[in-house]
């Protein structure tokens, strides 16, 4: 099974500062076939559902702010959001969908 | 509108089951992978299983496989999760999520939940 972790555990960010969050695989999770990453990113705010941010590593998702980007490949992950604003603080999952199980990050809390 | 309305939780003993239910609407049900995702009371997520659209191949995770099910009924527009030998570490809140075209897809919608609580 492919195992996720994030870091740090939690981050307190000054509002309109950078912030970033890491992920790392236990392997890779790049698809050689369509050269895809099957990385996700997750906004999960209290008394909410999940929200979706990034797909495919990078993708940003419909109506996501564009101070929210993904990068990395294979095995390394990163989310930054560039310029932090009040409404982001949540908790932040990467999910991988590679290979079954689709495990989650432990998450990431972000606090201003 | 993608709408996601789960149903079916409550409070079960040990051993016990239940069933949970998802009924879709806003977008086309027989087009898309369905699972169910989970989060327990101080816990983080964790992804339960998955369905692809017409049925015909599910996944699970190691703590649920052989005590879950995890079925569709397309002309219900519904996703259902069958729990068996219900245990104290499945109470959680119980999301149900919309895939993409096929298993190995993210999350793009989500319901608001529904609590399972295992306790004698």
């Known amino acids: 099974d492919i195992v996720m972790t994030q870091s740090p555990d939690s981050l307190a960010v000054s509002l309109g500062e950078r912030a970033t969050i890491n992920c790392k695989s236990s392997?890779?999770?790049?698809?050689?076939?369509?050269?895809?990453?099957?990385l996700a990113w997750y906004q999960h705010k209290p008394g909410q559902p999940p929200k979706l941010l990034i797909y495919?590593?990078?993708a940003r998702e419909s109506g996501v702010p564009d101070r929210f980007s993904g990068s990395g490949s294979g095995t390394d992950f990163t989310l930054t959001i560039s310029s932090l604003q009040a409404e982001d603080v949540a908790i932040y999952y990467c999910?991988?969908?590679?290979?079954?199980?689709?495990?989650f990050g432990q998450g990431t809390k972000l606090e201003i | 509108e993608v709408q996601l309305l789960e149903s079916g939780g409550g409070l079960v003993q040990p051993g016990g089951s239940l069933r949970l239910s998802c009924v879709a609407s806003?977008?086309?049900?027989?087009?898309?992978?369905m699972g169910w995702v989970r989060q327990a009371p101080g816990k983080g997520l964790e992804w339960v299983s998955v369905?692809?659209?017409?049925?015909?191949?599910?996944f699970y995770a190691d703590s649920v496989k052989g005590r879950f099910t995890i079925s569709r009924d397309n002309s219900k527009n519904t996703l259902y999760l069958q729990m068996n030998s219900l245990r104290a570490e499945d109470t959680a809140l119980y999301y149900c999520?919309?895939?993409?075209?096929?298993?190995?897809?993210?999350?793009?919608?989500w319901g608001q939940g529904t609590l399972v609580t295992v306790s004698s």
């Open positions: 495919w590593a990078s």
């Open positions: 392997q890779s999770v790049l698809y050689s076939s369509d050269n895809k990453n099957y």
């Open positions: 806003g977008f086309t049900f027989s087009s898309y992978a």
């Open positions: 999520a919309k895939g993409g075209s096929s298993n190995y897809s993210p999350s793009d919608y």
């Open positions: 999910q991988q969908y590679y290979n079954n199980p689709f495990a």
């Open positions: 369905i692809n659209s017409i049925g015909g191949t599910t």
